[in-house]
């Protein structure tokens, strides 16, 4: 199946649940299937990639699955919206698949939202509700990402998971295999370079790998040759009651390493500087849909922005997305659906699962601007955190805060201090003489107070493409351009102390709620212009000044279609 969550869709605006079946309800989301039969491959798993948040009609939880095998069993149901999930099934020729889907949002999903119903008979209907969320991106419904079909083996590699490390030019390779099926089989891996040559061979489950003048894993421009990639071979063989079974897969593995000090953040034992950008997962026509030609397209004008880094604000992206990361070197923070979160059950481990094996991903963001300032917050993000950390102890991890450091409690649990700040913006409007001010005051508290290094990981202001003012007003281009320039001064001067990146919002325009301070329900605080309401690209962007190595200069921009 192909996502399906257009911008022009009447279920654009809709919050409610939805089925697809091949019988009986409406025909939104039907699949009919022939299998062919096979004894060594009896057992075909459907995998839904990408899915908005809720639930069993009529109620919570959040995402269910209801797979129809010739007589409608109910198979699985999952919550959350935004990492794949499967089901186990055995048909034995044909099948019916329905999916029920729901994207309302309430305190106890990811991310949260609420349902207030409009109860006056003079202005509303009966009946009449709408979906309030404290984020500024939209929830769109429909599937967003792929639904796949794949069998495997009675005995077969259930997970594979790589850790990496450097001793002098030996790259170390360990991997843990798990195998579901049988407790008798062998394993056999090989690690083959770029051109397809084995260095190195294990045997077993579980080992590491010595690669002798090892090919490390860089970031974009930070080396001639960035993003190299080993391939992980996994061979396994088991006898079962019908004979011998097999099973191979395939892993991209990237020899690197991350550590973090009290003022740095290092990739293989250098200094790193995340100067990138935040995006979203949003397009004109497409909306939340998955388009490859997109997200290649994205991935260009990156690489043309001097961008080595982004933040998946505010919701793990599509796999694909870490794929090309991987191959173009780009860094990322990985963060979780946990936006705007107040309650401690707003987390789930899927993440991790799915994206610990990717060299691009170099950080755990587990919350976007939650309330930090409550009471039980410090126990919540202490235990989220060390959880975390248990699950993959090999990265760091933060949380974004907006929160006044006197009264975060969350930051002295994370790694990093991430801080979202909109000086200018969200307040003292007009007013960029004190940008500087304000921006230093903010590090320097929050240094003294937690002696670890920092990102800034939103700042920007919107601008209006083609609205021009001297001297600058809010929403003009030279606004936009005036206020950056302002923080850059800043981050230039504390980047040689603490400051470890930056990433400004919003990489591109994308869809929000309509209200009185967005552009047709747009969101333009942006530096790519994605081909909708706002229509050409004389937008302020930052190119590459390699002599000192970070994005500083005023250019017009192409513009950004899908």
């Known amino acids: 199946g192909s996502p399906c969550s257009p911008r022009d869709s009447p279920s654009r605006h809709l919050t409610a649940c939805l089925w697809g079946t091949c019988g009986g309800w409406s025909h939104l989301f039907p699949w009919i299937l022939s299998l062919p039969h096979s004894a060594r491959f009896p057992h075909p798993a459907l995998v839904c990639e990408g899915v908005p948040e809720l639930a069993k009609p009529p109620t919570p939880p959040l995402v269910s699955l209801y ?10 149901e999952h919550e959350g919206g935004h990492l794949p999930f499967e089901a186990d099934r ?34 509303y209907p009966k009946g009449y509700f709408v979906q309030n969320t404290k984020f500024d991106f939209f929830n ?32 170390l390779v360990n991997y843990q295999i798990i195998v579901q099926g049988s407790d008798h089989f062998q394993v056999d891996v090989s690690l083959l370079d770029e051109e397809g040559k084995v260095v190195a061979k294990g045997a077993g489950a579980e080992g590491q790998l010595q690669v002798p003048s090892a090919h490390l894993w860089w970031p974009y421009l930070m080396h001639e ?19 011998p079974v097999s099973d191979f897969y395939t892993l991209p593995v990237g020899i690197r390493t991350v550590a973090v000090t009290e003022s740095q953040f290092l990739i293989n034992g250098k200094p790193f500087y995340f100067r990138g950008v935040n995006k979203h997962e949003d397009a004109d026509i497409r909306g939340k ?7 290649v397209k994205d ?15 505010h919701y793990p992206y599509a796999e694909e997305v870490l794929q090309l990361c991987d191959r173009y070197g780009i860094m990322v923070i990985d963060e979780s659906p946990g936006v705007g979160i107040v309650l401690a059950e707003s987390f789930s481990n899927e993440m991790i699962r799915r994206d610990k094996n990717h060299p691009a991903v170099v950080m755990w963001s587990l919350a976007n601007e939650p309330a930090s300032f409550l009471k039980p917050a410090g126990y919540y993000f202490k235990t989220l955190i060390a959880h975390t950390k248990a699950l993959d102890p090999s990265l760091p991890v933060t949380f974004v805060t907006n929160t006044n450091y006197e009264a975060d409690l969350g930051a002295p649990y994370v790694d990093i201090i991430c801080v979202n700040s ?37 700042y920007g202001a919107d601008a209006i493409e083609g609205f021009h003012e001297d001297p600058p007003l809010m929403f003009s281009e030279e606004y936009q351009k005036g206020l950056l320039q302002q923080y850059h001064v ?33 969101d333009v605080s942006l530096l790519i212009v994605s081909g909708g309401r706002v229509s050409s690209g004389h937008l302020v962007l930052r190119t590459l000044e390699t002599s000192r190595g970070r994005l500083i200069s005023s250019k017009q921009a192409t513009q950004r279609t899908s």
């Open 140 to 171: 769109y419904a429909g599937l967003h990402r792929a639904v796949l079909l794949y069998t495997t083996p009675t005995t077969y590699i259930d997970d594979i998971t790589v850790t990496t490390d450097v001793d002098q030019d030996i790259g």
């Open 225 to 243: 040759h960035p993003a190299y990639l080993y391939s992980l071979e996994v061979k396994l063989m088991a006898q079962t009651a019908v004979g």
């Open 422 to 458: 909109y000086y200018s913006w969200y307040h003292d409007y007009g007013h960029m003489e004190v940008i500087q001010l304000q921006l230093a005051t903010q590090f320097e508290n929050l240094y003294k107070a937690y002696q670890k290094p920092m990102i800034q990981s939103e």
């Open 299 to 313: 991935f260009n004008l990156l690489r043309w922005l001097g961008a080595n880094a982004f933040r998946t604000s």
């Open 490 to 522: 800043i981050l230039d001067q504390k980047r040689k102390e603490y400051v470890v990146g930056e990433l400004i919002w919003n990489f591109a325009d994308f869809m929000t709620n309509q209200c009185k301070w967005h552009l047709g329900a747009w």
């Open 289 to 295: 849909g998955f388009d490859w030609p997109l997200l």
């Open 90 to 123: 055995r048909p034995l020729s044909s099948c019916c698949i329905t999916i029920a889907i729901n994207n309302t949002l309430s305190p106890h999903t990811l991310p949260p939202g609420t349902i207030l119903y409009k109860t006056d008979p003079s202005m």
């Open 67 to 76: 797979l129809q095998w010739v007589n409608g069993v109910h198979v699985i």
